[in-house]
């Protein structure tokens, strides 16, 4: 058994309070009040729900096709608890209406996640409804941002044509087909929604409808025959966010692979130097190795396992976490998924797959026994070869499957259907968090997750990788790439995980800097911006600050000409550090404007400056070429 499946809740942490119709986790209260669903859902002491969340139907009396349906009025929820325990809790809401019973299975796990199994059925004799809606009101200014598992697979999203899957929720709202998941919230906080399966779903039109008011309404289905012997059942999920404390920012510094093969052979040169080199450009985590090549190598070489030993002591010492890589096709020989294999029950269907050198590899899915299996590798790389980490390249999040020899996907009279093995993935991530936290000191988990931010796995990573799927564009400089669409997708602080943005751009390497300044995310590169950044923050002390992005409409710092973007780590009194940087094409010269009362300072102006080399400041006056940046220290001038 893996370590940590006894109850117990690892840090950060705490556990469940259940106080009659409150259930209460890190920095969350869900209040069911007398309904069926959450009454009130507060996210650090911000409500989220502007109305109870409820059901909405319309029935017929008597099956009569040429009635418009009565809307039903639910009578208060009874509310029973079936299990208390600090990591979980578990629960029933029954109410009834004129013509339906319904009733909801909770679990409430201590991350913050709430999964309902709802059944609807007739009380006495059969009804004709009309439509079943799932209905969430949302507050304004908790809605004006969305994210949403990609409404294609992902082997079928067309990067280049299709619509993003995150952005800005327009003035006219959002209107979706049913997709998996679906977060709404802003910079700060918000609240997702996903479920497994669309199986028995029937909607009318749109699935997702958000409006104008930013009520969010879920079309379960049109028009149904519900009878006391045959229900309406559907299961599905909420996760209010952020799901955790916020590492600081500049905890996770990771990079790609810093330490190749070579490494790992025994004649190989010392590692430290290259350790050390990447340690002073402000690196201190990186992947070095393959799971399956550590643990199946490591058994039977004992040359190789002395080689990975001196390696990991190189990296302690130069402060770097070195991490093993798990893959979807991360696997020994012996191992390996082909659609001829014993594996195959591990396989994706539709398969999914990519061609290698040494043939081509089937991708497994985390709903089958790949799951089981990789957990034991982890757990003996972590106990046996001294592993302080891992990088997953695509296990830590769901992908549509329809494999039904492991329990994915689901069949009816129109064909077989994929679905989202996201409690599968959840699973696996929890148990591969209690596993890094096994040993004398934290392990490290950095999840990749480009286009799929699924809360409900990501809440036990303690960064994601993003944008790989974009990694040639960037915001605003593309039609349909918003940077509004990257702060849902990369933001950390409204999911409460640290955020890493995959760059693979050469062409704009200050481009790349400035967004990640802006956005509050480390930029790790070589070129010594990390280094400045780091000290810099520690400096300041910028993690106890208030983070003021650039979209936010008062700003301590600002600039005359509106093309600049400008975020700031806020400390009234000793005042700020401040990013201004260049995201348009143009040349751009401005003055700095300070908001002296936010500041509370007599005389701001600028102390020191970190700038790229496309960036001039002369006291309060800037001047930026496209791209530029500049990280500022703004304090008391007269002192």
Request: charged content about 20%; aromatic content about 10%.
């Amino acid at each position: 058994m893996v370590a940590g499946a006894n109850g117990a809740v690892p840090p950060p942490w705490r556990p469940i309070k259940a106080d009659g119709r409150f259930l209460v986790c890190w920095n969350r209260v869900y209040d069911f009040g007398d309904g069926l669903f959450p009454a009130r859902v507060n996210s650090g002491g911000h409500e989220l729900l502007s109305a109870p969340m409820h059901l909405a139907v319309k029935v017929d009396p008597q099956p009569d096709p040429t009635w418009s349906g009565v809307d039903q009025v639910w009578e208060p929820a009874a509310f029973t608890m079936r299990r208390q325990a600090p990591d979980v809790v578990e629960f029933v809401t029954r109410a009834q209406s004129q013509a339906l019973l319904a009733e909801c299975q909770w679990r409430f796990e201590f991350d913050g996640m709430l999964l309902c199994e709802l059944s609807v059925r007739a009380r006495n004799k059969p009804v004709l409804a009309r439509r079943m809606d799932l209905v969430l009101p949302l507050t304004p200014e908790n809605a004006m941002l969305y994210h949403h598992n990609p409404i294609k697979p992902i082997a079928q999203w067309d990067f280049e044509h299709d619509p993003f899957n995150s952005g800005a929720v327009p003035a006219e709202g959002l209107f979706l087909p049913f997709v998996h998941t679906l977060w709404l919230g802003n910079e700060r906080r918000g609240l997702q929604w996903f479920a497994e399966s669309d199986e028995g779903l029937a909607p009318l039109g749109y699935f997702a409808s958000l409006n104008r008011e930013r009520r969010l309404t879920l079309n379960l289905t049109g028009l149904r025959k519900l009878s006391p012997g045959r229900p309406f059942r559907f299961t599905f999920g909420l996760i209010a966010s952020p799901v955790k404390p916020m590492l600081p920012t500049d905890a996770v510094r990771w990079s790609w692979q810093i330490i190749g093969d070579e490494s790992l052979k025994p004649d190989c040169p010392d590692p430290s130097p290259r350790l050390e080199g990447s340690a002073a450009a402000g690196i201190n985590s990186s992947f070095a190795v393959n799971i399956t090549e550590l643990v199946q190598r490591g058994r039977r070489d004992r040359d190789f396992r002395r080689a990975w030993q001196r390696l990991n002591r190189a990296a302690e010492r130069a402060g770097i976490t070195l991490q093993a890589c798990i893959s979807w096709s991360t696997m020994a020989e012996g191992h390996r998924a082909t659609p001829e294999g014993i594996t195959r029950d591990w396989l994706m269907w539709p398969e999914l797959a990519m061609d290698y050198e040494e043939g081509r590899l089937y991708y497994p899915c985390v709903g089958g026994g790949f799951r089981e299996w990789l957990l034991g590798v982890c757990e003996e790389g972590f106990r046996d070869f001294g592993l302080r980490g891992v990088y997953l390249d695509g296990p830590g999040i769901a992908v549509l499957c329809a494999n039904r020899a492991h329990g994915c996907g689901y069949e009816d009279e129109r064909g077989i259907h994929q679905t989202l093995p996201i409690l599968a993935a959840r699973d696996l991530m929890k148990r591969l968090y209690y596993i890094s936290r096994s040993g004398p000191e934290p392990g490290l988990i950095v999840a990749h997750m480009s286009g799929f931010m699924q809360l409900p796995s990501l809440s036990f990573a303690d960064a994601t990788l993003g944008t790989e799927h974009i990694a040639g564009w960037y915001p605003d400089q593309n039609p349909r790439y918003t940077l509004a669409g990257f702060r849902a997708e990369v933001g950390g602080h409204q999911y409460g995980i640290p955020s890493l943005w995959l760059y693979k751009n050469s062409d704009r390497p200050t481009l790349y800097n400035a967004l990640s300044l802006l956005h509050d995310l480390v930029p790790a590169s070589f070129d010594g911006t990390t280094v400045a950044f780091t000290k810099a923050y520690n400096d300041f002390g910028a993690f106890e600050a208030q983070w003021v992005g650039y979209w936010e409409s008062v700003r301590p710092v600002d600039t005359t000409d509106s093309r600049l973007k400008v975020s700031s780590y806020l400390k009234p009194g000793p005042g700020t550090l401040t990013t201004v940087a260049n995201l348009s094409l143009d040349q751009v010269e401005a003055t700095l404007t300070f908001d002296r009362e936010a500041l509370e300072l007599g005389q701001p102006g600028v102390l020191e400056v970190v700038a790229s080399r496309e960036a001039t400041i002369a006291s309060e006056r800037v001047s930026f070429a496209p791209g530029g940046w500049a990280l500022l220290r703004i304090g008391d001038t007269s002192r």
